[in-house]
């Protein structure tokens, strides 16, 4: 299934020569698209005022570098050579690379931002998850890797993503509070909370 998957999108990619310069555009310089959804979501927890949201955003970020760097001694261990090393006359969009190619490393992080953001606010994940998708997809068309390296990809960033969250909010959650109190507030919170009342605890959007 892994290898007729990659023929049928390298079949496609040979039928829809103008869309070349959008996907290799997106494949190779789409990080800068999680990165402006990550500080979208930033933006969001810094109006909301809620510590939670502001948690949340922090942890989806250092979820997305953990995920990253998670991924590389797996790359390292299973050693797999790219489409375009083994499979002689297919179309190649992708510039040649001496990486390796499974799990993505773009596809670790489009999953890692995009599960991240989730806890942030369920449009701005809905978002990042379309993103995520479309980089995975982007990167078999392109013919940098198999489509089993970008399903592995996805899974493993939103997996390290989720563990970073769920055992780390606490402590991010208290560490922002105290961050709170000092002149680095504005940077988390857009407009200041009365004494008397703790940080909002918005419902997700």
Not at 35 to 56: C, H, N, Y
């Amino acid at each position: 299934m892994n290898g007729w998957g990659f023929e049928q999108v390298n079949q496609f990619a040979r039928a829809t020569s103008w869309l070349h310069g959008v996907i290799l555009g997106y494949a190779t310089y789409g990080l800068a698209v999680f990165v402006s959804l990550l500080l979208a979501g930033w933006w969001i927890a810094r109006r909301s005022g809620s510590i939670t949201r502001m948690s949340a955003v922090v942890c989806a970020g250092a979820g997305t570098l953990l995920a990253v760097a998670v991924n590389q001694p797996i790359v390292a261990a299973v050693h797999e050579a790219r489409p375009y090393t083994t499979h002689p006359g297919i179309l190649v969009l992708a510039q040649p690379s001496t990486d390796f190619s499974f799990p993505s490393d773009h596809a670790v992080m489009a999953g890692a931002v995009a599960a991240g953001l989730w806890f942030v606010s369920r449009r701005l994940g809905l978002v990042a998850t379309v993103a995520a998708l479309v980089m995975a997809f982007a990167r078999v068309y392109i013919a940098a890797h198999f489509p089993q390296d970008v399903v592995a990809g996805l899974v493993l960033g939103a997996v390290v993503a989720s563990v970073v969250y769920f055992v780390g909010r606490g402590t991010v959650a208290r560490l922002i509070a105290a961050l709170m109190r000092t002149h680095l507030r504005p940077l988390l919170q857009a407009t200041p909370q009365p004494e008397s009342s703790p940080a909002r605890q918005d419902s997700l959007v």
